[in-house]
């Protein structure tokens, strides 16, 4: 079990270019989360995924967010034409869903990638 | 959606100290954890506990889901405990809200 790993950990853009961040989850975990996180605040979450559903994507800021996870597995989440307010730490969790034995939803979180937009 | 509330906002402890930390929210949850923020970022689990006691060391967590709130403990608390302590509740197993955060300063 090597965790929650996200790549890039930083990068930084000129405001108007595309980024994209990828997940990729603890291995036996089915559900994988994204959440945005600005300086002086909680994480916010964005959206989620079971296997390679998407199941709640309302929270995604705006139609210049998304997110897929094309195979159950690894997740990208893209921003595209990036404004100065995308700077933020992008968070992505995973978790077994709830139900018999130790599948309790607990959520693990990966270290980050913290976005700059110039 | 859930609110979730912590306090205090801010804590300076002299090593040594013991300190309680709150989380009030304000509907029915299934899923209630406490976490650190290192200084890079990274969210580290201290104890999922929707409900009942638990306790890791100089750590211990306390839900009392009826009354909607939890309480992080820190015993001897030590200047690597520093840093963030979110509480984060759900009621749907899909989604976590966060509080905005206790940020702890442990000094020496």
């Known amino acids: 079990d090597t965790g929650v790993s996200q790549d890039p950990r930083h990068k930084i853009t000129k405001r108007g270019q595309n980024v994209t961040f990828r997940c990729d989850p603890i291995?036996?975990?089915?559900?994988l989360y994204w959440y945005r996180q600005t300086l002086g605040q909680g994480p916010e979450f964005l959206t989620y995924?079971?296997?390679?559903?998407?199941?709640?994507k309302s929270r995604l800021l705006s139609d210049r967010f998304s997110a897929e996870r094309p195979k159950g597995s690894f997740s990208t989440l893209e921003i595209q034409r990036t404004e100065q307010g995308d700077s933020a730490m992008y968070l992505c969790?995973?978790?077994?869903?709830?139900?018999?034995?130790?599948?309790?939803?607990?959520?693990?979180f990966g270290e980050g990638s913290r976005l700059t937009v110039l | 959606g859930i609110q979730v509330e912590q306090s205090p906002p801010d804590l300076i402890l002299q090593e040594g100290a013991n300190s309680t930390l709150r989380c009030n929210f304000s509907?029915?949850?299934?899923?209630l954890q406490w976490f650190h923020q290192n200084p890079w970022g990274q969210l580290i689990n201290l104890f999922y506990?929707?409900?009942g006691t638990k306790q890791n060391g100089r750590l211990s967590a306390t839900t009392v889901a009826t009354e909607r709130y939890s309480l992080l403990y820190i015993s001897s608390s030590q200047t690597t405990d520093s840093g963030v302590y979110f509480c984060?509740?759900?009621?749907?197993?899909?989604?976590?809200?966060f509080g905005k955060g206790t940020m702890l300063l442990v000094s020496p």
């Open positions: 969790a995973s978790s077994t869903p709830p139900g018999t034995g130790a599948d309790t939803g607990e959520l693990f």
């Open positions: 291995s036996e975990h089915n559900r």
């Open positions: 995924f079971q296997n390679e559903a998407q199941l709640e």
């Open positions: 509907d029915s949850v299934n899923n």
């Open positions: 506990i929707p409900s």
């Open positions: 984060a509740a759900g009621g749907g197993y899909s989604t976590l809200t």
